[in-house]
């Protein structure tokens, strides 16, 4: 069972664009971040977050501690696939993009 705490609570209710906090550090607010994304995405096919983290590793694991969690918890599944970031000036050097692809 997943457990949200107050504040987490009110992250994930709070349905601004852009949103900022002041807090410290490994705390629940990827956490509350991931279930809210994986919660928007589930109920609103076609649905897409974009998520940035300062770094490869940061991102790998508000996957891996984030969603993929998450979604075992509520026994849904989702595809899981990375490739390297592409754009009109080519491929850009250590640039990873981590795609998480709902049913729906």
Not at 8 to 18: L, M, N, P, Y
């Amino acid at each position: 069972m997943l457990q949200i705490r107050p504040y987490q609570q009110r992250w994930i209710d709070d349905d601004a664009r852009f949103k900022l906090a002041v807090k410290s550090a490994r705390i629940g607010y990827s956490f509350a971040t991931a279930f809210e994304a994986v919660m928007d995405c589930l109920g609103h096919p076609n649905t897409t977050w974009t998520v940035l983290s300062a770094s490869k590793a940061q991102s790998e694991e508000f996957i891996e501690q984030g969603v993929r969690p998450i979604l075992e918890a509520m026994q849904e599944f989702c595809t899981v696939t990375s490739e390297d970031f592409v754009d009109a000036l080519g491929k850009a050097e250590d640039v990873l993009v981590t795609r998480a692809s709902f049913p729906n």
